[in-house]
């Protein structure tokens, strides 16, 4: 099941020792099924799920836009 989590960066950046109150928006997308990727060579199925995962992410930045 892909998965995107958008906001965790902004919360703890690298090299910080403190949390900051940012929203954070965790986002899953449908199951991925092995067999709608058996025909598709190794560079489609990266296109493929790198797409898929753009999608959730640009969802999740979205709500928190739109919500906070």
């Known amino acids: 099941i892909p998965v995107a989590i958008v ?7 690298t090299g910080s020792r403190w949390l900051f109150p940012r929203p954070i928006a965790v986002v899953f997308g449908k199951p991925l099924l092995a067999q709608e990727y058996l025909h ?5 199925i990266i296109e493929s799920i790198s797409g898929s995962l753009s999608q959730l992410y640009d969802r999740g930045k979205n709500h928190i836009e739109r919500n906070f």
């Open 40 to 44: 598709l060579s190794e560079q489609q």
């Open 7 to 13: 906001g965790a960066f902004e919360c703890m950046p």
